[in-house]
């Protein structure tokens, strides 16, 4: 049930027909936010809309373009945006060779581009009222030095992690009261795999309970949050591996995604 109260604070969400998006979707319905939903595909954001109520606004973008994410920018311009979570993205999994070009172009795109565009975007929006917080979604690959056989996903995934932390540490010095964070979670359970064309060779973590424990620790003013117990040893135990090592396992860990 929507609360009236919450009625002019929005929440923007992109990938928010799948996964994680979709999790997060259900968070901020259920809190009596208005929702801005964005994704690919048309026919799962009605289905949402049917579900999130007519005060829901939805945005079919295809974020690998600059005229996608134009286009959401200029759809939220002048909204109260309480909360972005930028979460589009995908993977692919394989030797860099034999990736296709196309495909690893349309990922750095949406994991890089669309996520430093519409971040900028946004974050320009918040500071008029200093207020807000916004989530960049990551991967714990983010925070290894470097992922043989899903190397371009690793390197996007840096990107956003270095970014956030960066422009954190600004906001911070600067004295602002918007919230920046990551998130950077381990294997989780959804489509992200078939896209990937991948099986995880570790246990994964719902995309439900990823998505709850976020908006926790976006409460306390985490900036880089992992979830999971045992992904949260396997980064910190990572600052004591020689790196050649470590992208050794990591390298091997990704074979076993391929074999599987």
């Known amino acids: 049930m929507k609360n009236d109260y919450m009625s002019d604070k929005y929440v923007l969400i992109t990938g928010a027909t799948s996964g994680i998006g979709l999790e997060f979707t259900k968070i901020y319905h259920r809190k009596g936010y208005s929702l801005i ?7 799962r954001l009605k289905k949402l809309l049917k579900v999130c109520g007519p005060d829901t606004i939805i945005i079919t973008a295809d974020l690998s373009t600059p005229e996608g994410c134009k ?11 309480e909360v972005f979570i930028n979460n589009a993205g995908f993977g692919k999994c394989g030797n ?5 070009i196309k495909d690893e172009i349309s990922m750095i795109n949406v994991n890089v581009t669309a ?32 992922g043989p056989y899903m190397s371009a996903y690793y390197a996007t995934k840096a990107y956003v992690v270095s970014l956030t932390r960066g ?15 990551c998130l950077c979670p381990g294997p989780v359970d959804t489509e992200f795999n078939s896209v ?29 949050i992992v979830p999971k117990l045992t992904m949260k040893a396997a980064v910190f135990g990572g600052r004591f591996i020689p790196q050649k090592k470590l992208i050794k396992t990591c390298g091997t860990m990704q074979k076993k995604k391929l074999y599987n």
């Open 96 to 100: 860099f060779e034999d990736i296709d």
């Open 37 to 43: 939903l964005v994704a690919r595909r048309e026919n």
């Open 71 to 81: 286009k959401v920018l200029d759809r939220v311009k002048g909204l109260d945006i």
């Open 115 to 146: 996520v430093h565009f519409l971040m900028k975007g946004i974050l320009k929006q918040m500071r008029r009222t200093d207020s807000g917080k916004i989530l960049n979604v990551a991967s714990s690959a983010g925070l290894f030095p470097a």
């Open 196 to 224: 990937a064309d991948v099986k995880f060779s570790l246990p994964g973590i719902s995309p439900a309970k990823c998505a709850r424990y976020a908006v926790r620790m976006m409460d306390k003013g985490k900036t880089v």
């Open 167 to 181: 422009v954190a540490e600004e906001l911070e010095e600067a004295g602002s009261n918007i919230y920046l964070g």
